[in-house]
């Protein structure tokens, strides 16, 4: 049977909406992430997954060790259910959570806290418990005098004698010590490079150019900070980008998240090719005209730039498309297509987000699935009554 016979029959039980976690692809691409990685373990973003059971399980196999976390909060629970070595890979101005982690001696030598200015450490200060922190440096790709620039907008250090200087005021300040050094390029690690024409030849062009600058100035700012503090671990690179980051010989570490899951926006890699894992469905409620079908919901817009790579894909049946007057809808959402005119009413339509883990802040579980069967259903941290942003 082909995939969207195989997904129904596994299915047929429930009522749409529901998401479902194709276990079999999952373990594909973990193991080809590994394979990317070669020996480097890979930390666990656990943003792109949200959903306990599922971090357990991937933590679990060959190739990956701890956890990047998007908030405090997110990780206090995680190590208040038994997870260790957790990353927040955003700087933290919760006040509350700052005290609690200070407070509690098993979650503040677990948990690791980002920062990259003094007004970072300002907060950090004055703890039960000394708190370790990581330096974020900023791994954009600059170029022409600084007219163009290429990359997330995130840390302001961005030079080794910059990083040197607050790796210096960390070891000045009583209760916190300097454990990592992060630099995520995500002009990398998060843009794909398999896009036709000029428009594709000037990203590969980008990249070669932001690889080759960033291997040496990396290197230069953990070397500049390893004379001040003994880094245990530094981290860098994505999904996009393992197995060339994981050849810098300062990475001890990379981090990845989404290629778990291979939603929409990982289809677009030269070096790597997924399989969709995570996908939901949507039931068919009416049929307004012919060669349409619209669905229930479906509005699960991906956070970025606004724009039509941000809408989730139709997945199956092929050739299914959205009008370009309504998008995806917030409660129904018409389809177009030769395969619109096949569908019926209440039968179902497949989607992939076009990004990972927001998935699973619409859904309060995963159905897991192997081959044509549900074999267990995971709560999402939205299930867990967890919503951390």
Known sequence: MDDRQRLDRATAHLEAPFAVLDLDALRLNAESMARRAAGKPIRVASKSIRCRPILERVLAMDGFAGIMAFTLPEALWLVSTGMRDVLVAYPTADRQAI???GADPVAAREITLMVDSPEHLDLLQGQPHEIRVCLDIDAAFVAFAGKLRVGALRSPLREPAQAAEIAAEIARRPGLRLAGLMAYEAQIAGVGDKI???????VRWMQARSRRELIVRRGRIVQAVRRV???EFVNGGGTGSIETTVREKAITEVAAGSGFFHPRLFDFYRNFEGHPAALFALPVVRKPAPGVATVLGGGYHASGAPGPTRLPQPYLPA???FDANEGAGEVQTPLFGDAA???RVGDRVWFRHAKAGELCERFASLHLIEGDRVVEEAPTYRGEGKTFL
């Open 99 to 101: 005290g609690a982690l």
């Open 196 to 202: 036709p024409g000029p428009y594709g030849r000037v």
């Open 229 to 231: 503090a003994d880094l």
């Open 319 to 321: 050739g299914l498309r």
């Open 341 to 343: 005119s096949d569908l």
